[in-house]
């Protein structure tokens, strides 16, 4: 594919099927070099060469739903699960809050022990106890009554991944009582409320197609989020996927680029997935256009419970504790962390 192509990627922000299928499929060296280098060139452009750092507190893996790819799914009898109290929360953050974090990220299944009036509590008292910080939440789908309860709260931030924009791509990946409108339906409702809002999907998950990807791309850029975390599908082995093929890090990478070309300004997580599949899975991905990372804050005795998929790492980089490897790391690629909010550029926050 000639540089130019890229750059109309680039300065369009679409892309067409055919040209996602070659930057998908292409072993072109050239034509991956450009376009990492133009991802990476639209991402210093906006934010300069930074990284924002989020500490994920992974606060329960009780889940109600039964989604086939997921470790914590309701019907994994072997996962040990664990919730954490609203104190441990709480000192969570203010450890995160030491070490320099500035949002916390607080991830869970959909655990019914934790109501609505639950969680605005815990979202009130961070937002007291810090107010200089960012609360994002990822707490999967609810009523739009509930996310206003949040967002009263003091709650800034939602992730929920679409998964796939395809309805029957959807369907392959969760069982019948969940679906793609409901899903959507709340990243909307989300969004109309006015949270800073991500979507997201796994790249290599069972049944994708270049088709389901792309619908994804186009799902991506008409919702318009802040935010969008893309990993890498790893299998775990107590699921119905325990034995599909794992996503590849090079599809993460060329997709977090096709990304920043679609939607400049969006904050980009070179996830956990990422660096479990690839000891520099996360330096690649900031090379690639990523600007976030977010280490674990959660306490160290849970930490190896809230398994998604097999072989999570969690005593690495990916450990809050780490912040001077992580520094260092980045450092090395020419890039610094920040101790910010780290809001999506253009956000009147
Ligand atoms: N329950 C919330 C939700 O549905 O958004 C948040 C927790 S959920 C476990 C967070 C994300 O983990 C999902 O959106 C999914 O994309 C990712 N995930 C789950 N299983 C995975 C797997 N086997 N490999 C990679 N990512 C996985």
Same mark, same amino acid.
């Given at each position: ?27 072109? #060296? ?76 607080l991830?869970g299944?959909e655990?019914p022990?934790f109501t609505d009036d639950k969680i605005c509590s815990i979202v009130s008292k961070i937002k ?6 960012a609360v994002t939440l990822s707490i999967g789908e609810k009523p739009r009554e509930s996310y206003q309860a949040y967002f009263d709260a003091g709650a800034d931030r939602f992730l929920l ?21 409901n899903r959507m339906r709340c990243l909307w409702d989300l969004k109309e409320i006015g949270y800073q809002v991500g979507c997201?999907?796994? #790249? ?19 919702l318009?989020p802040h ?35 679609? #939607? ?27 600007? #976030? ?28 504790? $780490? ?20 809001? $999506?550029?253009?956000f009147?926050v």
């Amino acid at each position: 594919m000639p540089a130019e192509k890229i750059q109309k990627i680039r300065s369009e922000r679409d892309i067409g099927r055919d040209e996602l299928k070659f930057l998908l499929e292409t072993d072109d #060296v050239d034509a991956l070099r450009s376009l990492r280098e133009n991802a990476r060139e639209v991402a210093d452009e906006v934010y300069g060469r930074r990284v924002y750092i989020r500490g994920l507190i992974e606060f329960t893996n009780y889940c109600k739903n039964d989604c086939y790819y997921c470790g914590i799914r309701r019907d994994n009898r072997n996962a040990q699960r664990y919730r954490l109290g609203e104190d441990e929360i709480l000192s969570c953050c203010a450890h995160g809050y030491e070490l320099g974090f500035r949002t916390f990220v607080l991830q869970g299944g959909e655990d019914p022990y934790f109501t609505d009036d639950k969680i605005c509590s815990i979202v009130s008292k961070i937002k007291k106890n810090h107010p200089d910080c960012a609360v994002t939440l990822s707490i999967g789908e609810k009523p739009r009554e509930s996310y206003q309860a949040y967002f009263d709260a003091g709650a800034d931030r939602f992730l929920l991944r679409h998964e796939t924009a395809d309805q029957s791509h959807y369907g392959k990946l969760h069982p019948a009582e969940m679906s793609l409108e409901n899903r959507m339906r709340c990243l909307w409702d989300l969004k109309e409320i006015g949270y800073q809002v991500g979507c997201g999907f796994m #790249v290599g998950s069972p049944y994708q197609t270049i088709d389901t990807i792309y619908e994804d791309l186009q799902f991506i850029r008409k919702l318009g989020p802040h935010m969008v975390g893309i990993g890498p599908f790893i299998p775990h082995k107590d699921t119905p996927f325990g034995k599909e093929k794992l996503g590849t890090m090079d599809m993460t990478l060329r997709l977090l680029s096709i990304i920043r070309l679609l #939607v400049p300004n969006v904050l980009l997580p070179a996830t956990t997935a990422l660096g479990t599949i690839h000891p520099q899975g996360r330096e690649k991905g900031i090379m690639a256009g990523a600007n #976030v990372v977010m280490p674990n804050l959660s306490p160290l005795s849970v930490r190896e419970k809230y398994l998604l998929y097999d072989n999570k790492i969690s005593t690495g980089m990916e450990a809050a504790e $780490c912040r001077d490897d992580l520094e260092k790391r980045m450092r090395s690629i020419g890039y610094e962390v920040v101790t910010a909010r780290g809001d $999506c550029a253009g956000f009147a926050v």
